[in-house]
């Protein structure tokens, strides 16, 4: 080998040791190379022309995956040459831009349409015997560990097969209920596709190749999957709908909230049928389906027509029952009625009516709100009914006239009050004297009578057992006072009942409390 005046060297070697080959690597390239104990063997490389400095690495790496051996990047910043064997396990490169095409790097290839198990299954016979692929379920991603030229074409050909071929649709149904074609083509696809094989990538297990999801809003379904699927499961549901057109469904629908007895004559009304008129029918015997509030419906049997004699637009029968809301046009009569023993609407209509009421049910049979209504019924004594309630006093000083209401064992009370308030007026009396040199002196004279009116009203306020509360004021020349007792405790009442009531909201209800007493006459 022979070193150019511009870096290009020139390779020739034949049956040189390996580890020689790599002492004359690290010269040429300026790189560092660790060498593994287990490196051992003879090369040979013939070149024709001189090579630069990049191209002698390329294929001095080439040479070394020409004899089963990787030159792992290390991370501070030398080589190290070991065997392919078990080198996927070792740290390497992560990702493969920038890196030679003999290099040994890991790459993460995101997937966007495709399940990452699936692809693993694509690309597995593409990964070098020394290489590795693992799926990521939770980034939907594949973990590759190769050499970067081949990493390069993994990625090329994923790029290509990861395209979304899948088909969506909305079949819209006139007559059946969304959530029955929903369940029969959910039904189809499980039983096509063997409890869940085949998927959108191909692979065994990666769940159905078309997904049913029923939209009750709009009474359709949408399906989305294969093209080729969804273009045979749009066909069965617009087959399942048609034959639906003219079917005549019995459903039984069970009340949670609401009455079957008061919701009866609204749908009804809403049928043309009159609420008053007995239901004469005879029905074949046929499997019957149910459903609940919320709409959902069972199983679909096709019955014998009902015969009720119509009048005009009525299904019941009797003229004057008004324009039904809801036809069937002219294809079956509809019949509504009840089950007490279990609260339940029985409904006998075509499809498109069945959905229809089977909606206004679900609105009306709501949990509505509840009222309690209590009650305390108390015997009260004598004495503590006299000191309960409210005291009150008004007059006008100028015309010396005035009212009160009180009793006689209530504390505080409101007539000592306003005497003791009145008494100020008369508390002091002033006198003044002229001396004998000229000054006066003034004599403040305080009166017994005021002093007793206020010690009375001071010995009411603290004579008191319960709470009060009191106001007064003065509005021209009227003054007005009130007081309100109240009782603090009383052991001389028997508590004899707390009646309770408890009933729904804007519904009448009636409560009893009593008892009754034989007598024997």
Same mark, same amino acid.
């Given at each position: 080998?022979?070193?150019? =005046?511009?870096?290009?060297?020139?390779?020739?070697?034949?049956?040189?040791?390996?580890? %020689?080959?790599?002492?004359?690597?690290?010269?040429?390239?300026?790189?560092?190379?660790?060498?593994?104990?287990?490196? &051992?063997?003879?090369?040979?490389?013939?070149?024709?022309?001189?090579?630069?400095?990049?191209?002698?690495?390329?294929?001095?790496?080439?040479?070394?995956?020409?004899?089963?051996?990787?030159? =792992?990047? !290390?991370?501070?910043? &030398?080589?190290?040459?070991?065997?392919?064997?078990?080198? %996927?396990?070792?740290?390497?490169?992560?990702?493969?831009?920038?890196?030679?095409?003999?290099?040994?790097?890991?790459?993460?290839?995101?997937?966007?349409?495709?399940? +990452?198990?699936? *692809?693993?299954?694509?690309?597995?016979? @593409?990964?070098? +015997?020394?290489?590795?692929?693992?799926?990521?379920?939770?980034?939907?991603?594949?973990?590759?560990?190769?050499?970067?030229?081949?990493?390069? #074409?993994?990625?090329?050909?994923? #790029?290509?097969?990861?395209?979304?071929?899948?088909?969506?649709?909305?079949?819209?149904?006139?007559?059946?209920?969304?959530?029955?074609?929903?369940?029969?083509?959910?039904?189809?696809?499980?039983?096509?596709?063997?409890?869940?094989?085949?998927?959108?990538?191909?692979? &065994?297990? $990666?769940?159905?190749?078309? $997904?049913?999801? *029923?939209?009750?809003?709009?009474?359709?379904?949408?399906?989305?999957?294969?093209?080729?699927?969804?273009?045979? @499961?749009?066909?069965?549901?617009?087959?399942?709908?048609?034959?639906?057109?003219?079917? !005549?469904?019995?459903?039984?629908?069970? @009340?949670?909230? *609401?009455?079957?007895?008061? @919701?009866?004559?609204?749908?009804?009304?809403?049928?043309?049928?009159?609420?008053?008129?007995?239901?004469?029918?005879?029905?074949? #015997?046929?499997?019957?389906?149910?459903?609940?509030?919320?709409?959902?419906?069972?199983?679909?049997?096709?019955?014998?027509?009902?015969?009720?004699?119509?009048?005009?637009?009525?299904?019941?029968?009797?003229?004057?029952?008004?324009?039904?809301?809801?036809?069937?046009?002219?294809?079956?009569?509809?019949?509504?009625?009840?089950?007490?023993?279990?609260? +339940?609407?029985?409904?006998?209509?075509? %499809?498109?009516?069945? #959905?229809?009421?089977?909606?206004?049910?679900?609105?009306?049979?709501?949990?509505?709100?509840?009222?309690?209504?209590?009650?305390?019924?108390?015997? =009260? $004594?004598?004495?503590?009914?006299?000191?309960?309630?409210?005291?009150?006093?008004?007059?006008?000083?100028?015309?010396?006239?005035?009212?009160?209401?009180?009793?006689?064992?209530? &504390?505080?009370?409101?007539?000592?009050?306003?005497?003791?308030?009145?008494?100020?007026?008369?508390?002091?009396?002033?006198?003044?004297?002229?001396?004998?040199?000229?000054?006066?002196?003034?004599?403040?004279?305080?009166?017994? %009578?005021?002093?007793?009116?206020?010690?009375?009203?001071?010995?009411?306020?603290?004579?008191?057992?319960?709470?009060?509360?009191?106001?007064?004021?003065?509005?021209?020349?009227?003054?007005?006072? +009130?007081?309100?007792?109240?009782?603090? $405790?009383?052991?001389?009442?028997?508590?004899?009942?707390?009646?309770?009531?408890?009933?729904?909201?804007?519904?009448?209800?009636?409560?009893?409390?009593?008892?009754?007493?034989?007598?024997?006459?």
């Amino acid at each position: 080998m022979a070193a150019g =005046v511009h870096a290009q060297t020139t390779l020739n070697v034949r049956d040189a040791d390996i580890r %020689a080959f790599i002492a004359d690597a690290a010269k040429v390239t300026g790189r560092t190379f660790i060498i593994d104990n287990r490196v &051992a063997g003879k090369v040979t490389v013939v070149t024709d022309r001189p090579l630069s400095r990049s191209e002698y690495f390329e294929i001095f790496l080439s040479t070394l995956r020409a004899n089963g051996l990787v030159a =792992v990047p !290390t991370s501070g910043g &030398a080589f190290r040459v070991q065997p392919l064997d078990n080198a %996927a396990s070792q740290p390497s490169r992560i990702g493969v831009a920038g890196a030679a095409r003999n290099s040994y790097v890991t790459e993460i290839i995101r997937l966007r349409a495709i399940d +990452a198990q699936s *692809a693993v299954e694509t690309v597995r016979p @593409l990964v070098s +015997a020394q290489g590795s692929v693992s799926a990521n379920r939770g980034g939907n991603s594949l973990v590759v560990v190769d050499f970067a030229d081949n990493i390069r #074409r993994i990625r090329e050909v994923l #790029r290509r097969i990861d395209t979304d071929t899948s088909s969506t649709r909305v079949v819209a149904l006139k007559n059946a209920s969304a959530k029955e074609i929903a369940t029969a083509l959910q039904g189809l696809i499980g039983a096509g596709t063997g409890g869940g094989q085949g998927g959108q990538g191909g692979g &065994a297990g $990666s769940g159905p190749s078309a $997904s049913v999801v *029923a939209v009750e809003g709009s009474n359709a379904v949408a399906l989305r999957g294969d093209p080729t699927t969804v273009a045979r @499961l749009a066909q069965v549901a617009a087959d399942l709908d048609q034959k639906a057109r003219n079917g !005549t469904e019995i459903k039984v629908v069970f @009340l949670e909230n *609401a009455d079957a007895e008061q @919701l009866l004559p609204v749908l009804q009304e809403l049928v043309g049928q009159t609420p008053t008129q007995p239901v004469q029918t005879a029905l074949s #015997r046929s499997n019957f389906g149910s459903s609940s509030t919320n709409g959902a419906s069972g199983g679909q049997s096709n019955v014998s027509q009902p015969q009720i004699p119509q009048s005009g637009p009525s299904s019941g029968g009797a003229s004057g029952s008004g324009q039904a809301a809801i036809t069937s046009a002219g294809r079956s009569a509809v019949v509504v009625t009840r089950f007490a023993g279990a609260n +339940a609407i029985v409904i006998a209509a075509p %499809a498109e009516i069945q #959905r229809q009421l089977n909606e206004v049910v679900r609105q009306l049979d709501t949990r509505r709100e509840q009222v309690l209504v209590e009650a305390i019924v108390a015997e =009260v $004594s004598d004495s503590t009914a006299k000191t309960l309630g409210a005291q009150f006093i008004v007059g006008d000083p100028s015309g010396g006239a005035f009212g009160a209401s009180t009793f006689s064992n209530s &504390a505080p009370n409101i007539l000592q009050i306003a005497g003791a308030i009145g008494a100020t007026q008369l508390n002091t009396s002033s006198t003044t004297t002229t001396n004998t040199d000229g000054s006066t002196t003034v004599t403040n004279t305080t009166s017994p %009578a005021a002093d007793t009116l206020q010690q009375s009203a001071i010995a009411s306020i603290l004579a008191a057992a319960g709470g009060f509360g009191g106001f007064g004021g003065k509005i021209g020349s009227t003054f007005f006072g +009130a007081i309100i007792n109240a009782v603090k $405790s009383d052991t001389t009442s028997n508590l004899l009942q707390v009646p309770h009531l408890v009933t729904l909201d804007n519904q009448e209800a009636h409560s009893l409390v009593g008892q009754e007493i034989p007598i024997t006459t």
